[in-house]
């Protein structure tokens, strides 16, 4: 299965948010998982990718063609995709994926959990979604979103197509049960 990680591409983070997505890039590498990622070598897609790469994992990149610059791009995939926009590497990781994991991130990484996530539940694809909640990262979101099915803005099945998890085996076990 090729799973999608989305997640920050700072550099400036705690140690503790690359440590623990460098055991998730390990872990999928080691149960046969390949990774679809933004190519990014810095931050939590560089994290991913060099634990995929330790344990010889495939590791797909994919990135606009104006990010083929300098040390931006990860240099060890499997495939580098480039792409002419931003919009056509989202739809290249989504097509090209089995199911995804939100790691955590900022305004890209938000973008790319929306879309995905509206995506799902308006029933056009039917990959699993599980947000790795390092550190508690997102608990605020989780509990807006909860405030939202309250409010009744979204409905309370938002949360049947939505895994969140801080343990990187329950997040595999579940997106392998649900592929």
């Known amino acids: 299965m ?3 990680v989305y997640g920050a591409s700072s550099s400036a983070l705690d140690a503790s948010y690359i440590e623990a997505v460098e055991e998730l890039g ?22 991913a990718a060099r634990g995929m790469a330790r344990n ?7 990135a606009p063609h104006f990010f083929n610059t300098g040390d931006i791009l990860f240099t060890e ?6 792409t002419e926009t931003m919009r056509e590497r ?3 990781m989504e097509d090209n994926s089995d199911a995804f994991v939100v790691a955590p991130g900022g305004i890209g990484t938000f973008d790319e959990f929306f879309e995905i996530l509206t995506l799902r539940f308006l029933g056009r694809h039917q990959k699993p979604i599980a947000i790795f909640n390092v ?8 509990a807006f979103l909860r405030k939202s099915v309250k409010e009744k803005f ?3 099945a938002i949360f049947d197509v939505l895994f969140v998890s801080d343990q990187v085996d329950e997040i595999l076990n579940y997106l392998e049960e649900k592929k």
């Open 56 to 62: 010889n994992g495939t590791i797909i990149g994919v």
């Open 26 to 47: 390990a872990k999928m590498a080691l149960r046969g998982h390949g990774l679809v990622f933004g190519a990014g070598s810095q931050g939590l897609m560089g994290a």
């Open 135 to 142: 550190n508690g990262y997102y608990d605020e979101l989780i």
């Open 2 to 4: 090729n799973i999608c």
């Open 77 to 82: 995939c499997t495939d580098l995709h480039l």
């Open 90 to 92: 989202k739809q290249y």
């Open 154 to 156: 979204l409905s309370e």
